[in-house]
C-alpha cells in the first residue's frame, strides 16, 4: 500500500524557517505516511528552491499569492490525504503517530496551535485559536489542515486570493476537528506588533471578511 499523504507547502523567500519544518517531517517519512513533497514557490531568489531539490520536493511555481499557491500545489498532488502547512509551521514529535490514527476518520483536521514565544500574549492568542477551532470548527493556515483529496476537490478548493483563502476553503469542507498534536509558527509578527493588537487586527479581519470585504483589499490593510 503506498504512503497516503502529499504534503503541500506555499513558499516565497522561505530559506531561513523551511529547514526546520522541513526536519520535523522525517518523522512521517520514517513511518511511511509521506506520499510526496510539493513546494508551490512564489518567485524566491534565496536558497529555497535549492532546499526543496535537495529534499526531493516537487516543485511548481507561479504568482505569488498564498491561495494561488496553495491550489497550483494542491492540483498536481496525488495522495489520499493532503496536508497543507505553512513554511514557517512545524510540527512537534509525535505528531505522526496522531495523524496515522486519524486516517481511520473521513473528518478534516488541524493541529493545536503554539507559538515560538513564551509568555502570557503568546498563550493567550494561541489558546483562543485552539478555542476558536474547537467551539467553531475555523483553524487558520498556520494550524496546518489534514484533509481528503477528494473532499477538498468537491469542496472547489483554494481560492485564489492572497487572504483568508484558509477560512475560504475552511467553511466549504466538513466541521474540522483539532488534533492532539501541537504545530508551532513564528510569533514575528505579534512580537513586532504587539500580542493583544495584532490579535484585535486579525479579528477584525476575519469579521470584515465574513460581511463580504474584498481579500485583496483585506490584504493590503494586513500587510500595512
Known amino acids: 500500500m503506498s504512503a497516503p499523504i502529499s504534503i503541500v507547502i506555499p513558499t516565497l ?14 518523522e512521517g517519512l520514517n513511518q511511511g505516511l ?33 491561495g494561488g499557491q496553495l491550489r497550483r500545489g494542491c492540483d498536481v498532488a496525488s495522495g489520499v490525504w493532503l496536508l497543507i502547512l505553512h513554511a514557517d509551521t512545524v510540527l512537534q514529535p509525535g505528531w505522526s503517530a496522531v495523524v496515522s490514527e486519524h486516517l481511520n476518520s473521513d473528518r478534516p483536521a488541524a493541529f493545536r496551535l503554539r507559538f515560538r514565544a513564551s509568555g502570557f500574549g503568546a498563550r493567550w492568542v494561541a489558546g483562543w485559536a485552539n ?16 484533509v481528503r483529496r477528494t473532499d477538498y476537490i468537491s469542496a472547489g478548493g483554494y481560492p ?27 510569533a514575528e509578527r505579534y512580537i513586532h506588533q504587539g500580542w493583544f493588537r495584532r490579535g484585535a487586527r486579525n479579528l477584525w479581519t476575519l469579521t470584515r471578511y465574513f460581511l463580504g470585504a474584498d481579500p485583496r483589499q483585506l490584504a493590503q490593510a494586513y500587510r500595512r
Open 13 to 26: 523567500n522561505a530559506g531561513h524557517i523551511l529547514p526546520a519544518t522541513l526536519h520535523a517531517l522525517m
Open 131 to 146: 478555542l476558536r477551532s474547537r467551539a467553531f470548527g475555523l483553524p487558520y493556515g498556520d494550524q496546518g489542515l489534514l
Open 34 to 66: 509521506i506520499r510526496e513533497l510539493i513546494v508551490s514557490d512564489g518567485g524566491s531568489d534565496d536558497p529555497t528552491l535549492e532546499m526543496a531539490n535537495e529534499t526531493g520536493a516537487r516543485i511548481v511555481t507561479g504568482l505569488p499569492s498564498r
Open 160 to 186: 485564489d486570493q492572497p487572504l483568508m483563502e484558509d477560512v475560504a476553503l475552511i467553511r466549504a469542507l466538513p466541521r474540522p476537528v483539532l488534533l492532539r498534536a501541537d504545530a508551532v509558527t513564528s
